[in-house]
T-cell receptor, first 108, second 116 residues
Framework: AQRVTQPEKLLSVFKGAPVELKCNYS??????LFWYVQYSRQRLQLLLR??SRESIKGFTADLNKGETSFHLKKPFAQEEDSAMYYC??????????FGSGTKLNVKP | GAGVSQSPRYKVAKRGQDVALRCDPI?????LFWYQQALGQGPEFLTY????????KSGLPSDRFFAERPEGSVSTLKIQRTQQEDSAVYLC??????????????FGQGTRLTVV
């Protein structure tokens, strides 16, 4: 069965520190993985997707099929990065499986 | 409008009452999705439309849940005989192309349903 696990409900770091939000998945096929972000009082929005191999707002995520992981990383966290982050697996082109989310709190 | 619009933003229903939640997708978007997000959880898939066709309704939790998109634009999620476990935020999303969410899915702000 398809599953996405985000083991940390809350991650607190100081401004300028590196941050890594963990995501593990289980899926028998070739996965398409995404990170979505929800800033306070805003709607859920796409941050990045693994097929694009892009860096958005300094964030990157590498798909590791051996470890079935898609961790989100940023070398130097900023206060404006504080938000709720969801890892998502796309299944059958039309269905996202979301993790339960990690709240990132960047302290000044 | 500029984005996906959902109404109402908040809905309080008495147990047993029927409710209807509306979603206005971005104009021209082919794909439309409904998700249910319980408190402290990630969104869970309910159903998917491509234009007016409901191609996947495997996530609807019971036959009390019904969704439609009759003209391929606005969609309505209806919940009959609401129960307390239906309390959640209901999210609607749309994307431009017919390949579902392979293109970026844009989410609405959600409708928070509270069943008392």
């Amino acid at each position: 069965a398809q599953r996405v696990t985000q083991p940390e409900k809350l991650l607190s770091v100081f401004k300028g520190a590196p941050v890594e939000l963990k995501c593990n998945y289980s899926y028998s096929g070739s996965p398409e993985l995404f990170w979505y972000v929800q800033y306070s009082r805003q709607r859920l929005q796409l941050l990045l997707r693994h097929i694009s191999r892009e860096s958005i707002k300094g964030f990157t995520a590498d798909l590791n099929k051996g470890e079935t992981s898609f961790h989100l990383k940023k070398p130097f966290a900023q206060e404006e990065d504080s938000a709720m982050y969801y890892c998502a697996l796309l299944y059958n082109f039309n269905k996202f499986y979301f993790g339960s989310g990690t709240k990132l709190n960047v302290k000044p | 409008g500029a984005g996906v619009s959902q109404s109402p933003r908040y809905k309080v229903a008495k147990r047993g009452q029927d409710v209807a939640l509306r979603c206005d997708p971005i104009s021209g978007h082919v794909s439309l999705f409904w998700y249910q997000q319980a408190l402290g959880q990630g969104p869970e898939f309910l159903t998917y439309f491509q234009n007016e066709a409901q191609l996947d309704k495997s996530g609807l939790p019971s036959d009390r849940f019904f969704a439609e998109r009759p003209e391929g634009s606005v969609s309505t999620l209806k919940i009959q005989r609401t129960q307390q476990e239906d309390s959640a935020v209901y999210l609607c999303a749309s994307s431009l192309e017919g390949q579902g969410a392979r293109t970026e899915a844009f989410f609405g702000q959600g409708t928070r349903l509270t069943v008392v």
